[in-house]
């Protein structure tokens, strides 16, 4: 089954997801609009907005096709991701092999930018070791 | 809900605790959008000339905008006032207090008159109250956050507020909010201070509708596709949007454009400079992103901790590329913890980087120079290179709480030079009494002549990109079908002086528009410099006001001559729209770019107030400009003030 999951590691906390998904089926961006199924969860003392979602992926207005929810694809980091568990968990053990290799996959997303600027073939978005393969 | 037509203002008199809540003109939507081009508006009808700025006719506005709280906002917020510089004071911050505001139904605020006691102002949905903030008074930003988060009991609650600096009236510090984001760097925190108004809590919960949903939806997919890290055609989205803006330290020092020991040299050693890179800092210090409301970018702004050695432990973040610029090479200091810690207590004190930078490198020379002594310094070894970084660190400090040494220092490099003397002005890098940023001159003429001209004192977001864009993406004929004339490979090139004056008036006037939206003028990459097609498009779904491209241009060229009048009315000439006395006299070394000296300024401040229908001698709008704008009560109060306003 596949479901919105958030790399929370990823996340940088702008609230599109919640804004934008807020105004699907109103118009209206109001991200306290109760049908909303986005929450942000906010640590205490840090500046850190998280999302917590409640969908089940069939997006009411899915902007880029049926099969990418609005959210997953206007956000801007790669924190949320679509698909089965398999899928997910392959993304997050992505995420921390290219984080050993370079600290740039601290904030930035493997498998969503193929990096036109690193020519290098041990490229920093392909992960071959540790048997993460894309 | 609300109607982005009509914007309003909430006028909060501190003298009598009253509030009103108005509206603002319908029509002013349409000449001057929102955010800083309303500002302009109301700092131009409301503060009389010559009133004093830490007085009660200073009038502080801190607005947004007609995009606000749509995902086009990005949370830019203006803060405006007179400067205590005299000119005009307007900076734009990020964060999500803007969205949280217009939540509020309320679009503008304007703080007026001056509380007896320390206040805050606390706005819940429309409804506003005068708090008492005696508890608060002399609290850092850090520790004011969470004291009013708890006080407050709620995770959503949007704040702007001064450190120790604003409320001592320290020469240019600004306003700060979501602890790192500041904003309105000449002077708007002091002001603040001045009224005695520490903070402002703000907490809506309405929503933003837009006259037209699905051409909204449609533009900000086009939009998204033009400013995304993977599909702009602009070679520096990418790095700009991953890496964040400290790589181009490295890039400048290459190009001669690093100031380096108070701009003495232009260029820096390369392994010292490797080590305050974007590279190190993200390898070492990041801990994760941290973005404003609904940003594009997946990590333009990041967060940082230092995790051992003896600043173990200290947070901060918003590290941007002149940060490490101006308390890397200016002072000669090689060591990216303590410019992080710098940056870091500007933060928590409320105090302007670059203000702080500047005066110090300015100390540093006089006290390499003799000038300064350690019987001056309070006994610090104020050399470059900071040896002493417990000293250097205790001074900002002082700075903020204007003790000893500190007092001289937080009057700006300006005036503490001009109490010093001894030559000492000669190498204060200031223009119009304001600190220089990290954006070298001599390099570009285009940067040279922007900082010099700007109405706030030096401010590189007025005209941010200081270059045309990438030559492979735009022709001359593109240009002039988007209704912009000039040669580009001339304006492209760093030090001719040939087109700067018309590629900086038409980057101004844009840059008025993506602030007045409000939107984030660093995202203005790609060609978006000289298109400004889809934020018209976004505007017009948005409000659901038709409104002409060349009007929506015209927008932006009205803002710009009101801050103009503004400056002139205040007494700001010509004369004052120089580049500092370094850059104007002495050739950059190594490099052998030659100084900016009178010829050479001389004919790029004509060009651009020619092209600008301003006056040469005097830099006063002239009568048709203004009258073509449909400005003619700012003709009729200049000249009532017996200003000469030419034809």
């Known amino acids: 089954m596949k479901r919105i999951q958030v790399i929370e590691d990823l996340c940088n906390g702008c609230r599109l997801c919640q804004t934008f998904c807020s105004s699907l089926r109103t118009g209206v961006f109001n991200p306290d609009d109760p049908q909303t199924g986005i929450r942000i969860l906010k640590m205490p003392g840090e500046e850190q907005d998280i999302p917590l979602v409640q969908c089940n992926g069939v997006c009411i207005r899915p902007i880029a096709g049926d099969d990418q929810p609005t959210c997953v694809e206007l956000c801007p980091t790669g924190a949320l991701v679509y ?52 | 809900m609300r109607d982005n037509r009509i914007q309003n203002i909430l006028r909060v008199n501190l003298s009598t605790g009253k509030t009103r809540l108005e509206s603002i003109p319908e029509a002013w939507t349409a000449k001057y959008l929102g955010c800083r081009g309303i500002h302009s508006r109301l700092l131009f009808n409301e503060v009389p000339p010559g009133a004093d700025p830490f007085g009660p006719d200073n009038v502080l506005y801190i607005g947004t905008g007609p995009l606000e709280g749509t995902p086009i906002g990005m949370g830019r917020l203006s803060v405006a006032c007179k400067s205590p510089r005299g000119t005009v004071a307007e900076g734009s911050c990020g964060g999500f207090f803007g969205p949280e505001l217009r939540r509020a139904g309320i679009d503008y605020l304007a703080i007026q008159g001056k509380a007896d006691r320390p206040v805050y102002l606390w706005i819940h949905d429309q409804k506003s109250e005068i708090r008492d903030a ?51 760097r000449a002077g708007c925190g002091a002001v603040m201070g001045s009224k005695r108004l520490k903070a402002i809590a703000v907490r809506g919960s309405g929503g933003i509708r837009v006259a037209d949903y699905e051409g909204f939806l449609k533009a900000y997919q086009h939009f998204r596709q033009r400013v995304g890290v993977g599909t702009s055609r602009d070679v520096w989205t990418p790095i700009w949007g991953a890496y964040g803006a400290p790589v181009i330290v490295r890039v400048f020092n290459d190009q001669g454009g690093i100031m380096t020991r108070n701009a003495q040299e232009m260029r820096w050693d390369e392994e010292k400079c490797n080590r305050i890179s974007a590279e190190p800092y993200l390898e070492k210090y990041v801990t994760r992103a941290k973005a404003c409301f609904c940003c594009p970018l997946p990590a333009c702004k990041k967060q940082h901790e230092i995790r051992s050695g003896p600043f173990q432990g200290f947070r901060g973040g918003n590290l941007w590329a002149a940060i490490p610029s101006v308390f890397g090479p200016l002072l000669d200091n090689d060591d990216l913890e303590l410019i992080l810690v710098m940056a870091g207590m500007c933060n928590q004190f409320g105090l302007d980087v670059f203000h702080v930078a500047y005066t110090l490198a300015w100390a540093m020379e006089c006290f390499e120079k003799g000038i300064l002594t350690r019987a001056d310094t309070d006994g610090l070894e104020l050399r470059f290179g900071c040896p002493d970084k417990e000293g250097v ?93 000039l040669d580009l490979s001339k304006a492209a090139q760093g030090r001719n002086p040939e087109e700067k004056g018309k590629v900086l008036r038409w980057f101004t006037i844009s840059r008025a ?132 306003v030419e034809p």
């Not at chain 2, 503490?416 to 070298?440: D, H, N, P, T």
């Not at chain 2, 491209?549 to 503004?566: H, K, P, Q, T």
């Open chain 1, 83 to 134: 698909g089965n568990l398999d899928w997910v968990q392959a993304r997050r053990l992505e995420l921390e092999a290219a984080r050993k290799m370079h600290g740039l996959f601290k904030v930035l997303a493997p498998w969503k930018w193929p990096f036109p600027w690193v020519k290098s073939k041990k490229g920093a978005g392909r992960v071959e070791e540790g048997g993460i393969a894309r």
């Open chain 2, 134 to 184: 005696r508890h608060l008074w002399g609290r850092k930003i850090n520790e004011t956050d969470a004291l009013l988060r708890e006080e407050l009991s709620d995770p959503d609650v949007q704040f702007r507020y001064i450190g120790p600096a604003g409320e001592n009236l320290v020469h240019s510090s600004p306003i700060f909010g979501n602890r790192d984001n500041s904003g309105g």
């Open chain 2, 393 to 485: 660190l205790d001074l900002i400090r002082k700075i903020a709480m204007r003790e000893g040494f500190g007092d001289l220092l937080a009057r700006g490099c300006n005036e503490a030079a001009k109490m010093i003397g001894r030559g000492s002005e000669k190498f204060a890098l200031v223009i119009k009494g304001q600190e220089l940023e990290a954006i070298a001159q001599r390099n570009s003429y285009m940067v040279a002549l922007g900082v010099a001209v700007s109405e706030v004192g030096p401010d590189h977001t007025r005209w941010y990109p200081p270059h045309p864009g990438h030559p492979g993406l735009l022709k001359n004929e593109d240009l002039s079908r988007l209704g912009v004339q």
């Open chain 2, 513 to 644: 528009i993506v602030e007045s939206l409000p939107s984030c003028v660093f995202l203005v990459r790609d060609t978006l410099g000289f298109d400004l097609h889809p934020w018209h498009e976004l505007f017009q779904t948005a409000t659901g006001i038709r409104l002409d491209y060349s009007e929506f241009i015209r927008a932006g060229e009205r803002v710009m001559n009101l801050d103009r009048a503004f400056l002139v009315r205040e007494g700001f000439r010509r004369t004052d729209d120089q580049p500092p006395y370094r850059m104007a006299t002495e050739d950059v070394p190594y490099f052998g770019f030659p100084k900016l000296d009178k010829p050479l300024f001389d004919r790029m401040l004509d060009d651009y107030y020619q092209a600008n229908g301003w006056s040469l001698k005097t830099s006063i709008p002239r009568r048709h400009k203004l009258e073509e704008l449909g400005l003619t009560d700012v003709v009729q109060d200049l000249e009532k003030r017996g200003m000469e």
